[in-house]
């Protein structure tokens, strides 16, 4: 999922990129080849903090895989459908109080 940002700065990147899709961003930037694993795949992008929502609420990238059903994976479409309902768990969760949604508006 993705957000298009304020338009004042011609420098920010064109959208704001959030659970699977911020994921899928840092990946194609990395070298990964599959099958991985997990504990490879944390070394390999130095266990980043993936946002998860506009609001900007994260999940390492550990604590996701370790959500995860797997820990083993073939393909990076594999390692998304994987990681997809532990990333839209933790955006469910985080904006469930009324500061999250608040958050989310802006």
């Known amino acids: 999922m993705g957000v298009r940002p304020p338009q004042d700065d011609a420098d920010e990147p064109e959208s704001l990129a959030f659970g699977i899709a911020a994921l899928a961003e840092r990946l194609d930037r990395a070298d990964i080849s599959y099958p991985i694993g997990s504990a490879e795949l944390v070394r390999v992008l130095d266990d980043p903090e993936i946002p998860c929502d506009p609001a900007g609420n994260g999940l390492a990238l550990s604590t996701a895989l370790d959500r995860a059903d797997q820990d083993q994976f073939d393909s ?26 608040l958050r989310s508006l802006f």
């Open 76 to 101: 990076a479409g594999e390692l998304h459908d994987a990681l997809h309902p532990v990333f839209e768990r933790h955006r469910r969760s985080s904006s469930t109080g009324i500061l999250g949604r």
